[in-house]
């Protein structure tokens, strides 16, 4: 992978309950937000069976006019049981997820498509710099 079409994340133990500090997250999505326009999305619980509560999960978490900004900007997906069935196999994609599934690594795996998949540990309080500094390895 030399490029990235896509990004996917997921929200909690990403963006929301993790030891990052806020303002390292706040960096990742605002250089996702810049670089990729109309490219990021949401692959969260909080967005799903078609329905976006993205804004309410993040209330309080960031400066309201960033979460309106991101309930605007980063895109909805709708899947039902996994995850996967949102993600465009097709894609050079990046997801930033904190879990991943058996039956969603298999998939990724049957597609060749696992090394889209992006661990984030909500323990390390590095993460959000190590994934921001991830996605600055890609040429745009
Ligand atoms: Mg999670």
């Not at 997906?77 to 995850?83: F, Q, R, S, V």
């Not at 997820?97 to 661990?119: A, H, P, Q, S």
């Amino acid at each position: 992978m030399e490029k990235v079409d896509k990004i996917y994340f997921d929200i909690d133990g990403v963006i929301r309950g993790t030891a990052s500090p806020k303002e390292d997250i706040i960096a990742l999505l605002r250089y996702c937000l810049d670089n990729y326009p109309g490219a990021v999305y949401w692959l969260t619980t909080h967005c799903h069976h078609g329905v976006n509560h993205v804004n309410f999960a993040l209330s309080g978490e960031f400066p309201d006019e960033f979460v309106d900004e991101l309930y605007v900007k980063v895109l909805p997906t709708d899947w039902e049981a996994l995850k996967t069935e949102a993600v465009d196999m097709d894609s050079d994609f990046v997801w930033f997820d904190d879990n991943l599934f058996e039956t969603e690594k298999m998939i990724l795996e049957r597609n060749y498509v696992l090394d889209g998949f992006f661990k984030m540990n909500p323990k390390d309080s590095e993460m959000a710099k190590k994934a921001l500094a991830f996605l600055k390895g890609f040429e745009k």
